[in-house]
């Protein structure tokens, strides 16, 4: 599986971004999917995760009820919609596919990860 991410840039704080990661491969319809992201400086941590069929998802703490993710197994594309970012959201956010089915927030769960895509939000 190859994954490529894209979507990121430099917005305002409140403002939005769509994060998209197209996969190729014949696998993406039954792996779980996640979303992370490293600041400078930190480590990388979970920020989402859906599993194979998008109806299961869950989200860190400090992303609920601003962040969504979605899929689209007919496009192999896993999504990422971000709302009222914050300035401490700027990270570069990478996309990665699980070993498994199910939702998985450790990075170890994941065997395959895109280049990164980089958000920037001003305050």
């Known amino acids: 599986v190859q994954l490529q991410a894209s979507g990121g840039g430099l917005v305002q704080a409140g403002g939005s971004l769509r994060l998209s990661c197209a996969a190729s491969?014949?696998?993406?319809?039954?792996?779980?999917m996640g979303w992370f992201r490293q600041a400078p400086g930190k480590e990388r941590e979970f920020v989402a995760t859906?599993?194979?069929?998008?109806?299961?998802?869950y989200y860190a703490d400090f992303v609920k009820g601003r962040f969504t993710i979605h899929r689209d197994n007919a496009k192999n594309t896993v999504y990422l919609q971000l709302n009222s970012l914050k300035p401490e959201d700027t990270a570069v956010y990478y996309c990665?596919?699980?070993?498994?089915?199910?939702?998985?927030?450790?990075?170890?769960?994941?065997?395959?990860w895109g280049q990164g895509t980089q958000v920037t939000v001003s305050s």
């Open positions: 491969g014949r696998t993406f319809g039954s792996r779980g």
């Open positions: 859906t599993d194979w069929s998008g109806l299961s998802t």
């Open positions: 990665a596919a699980g070993k498994r089915r199910v939702i998985d927030t450790s990075q170890n769960e994941y065997d395959y």
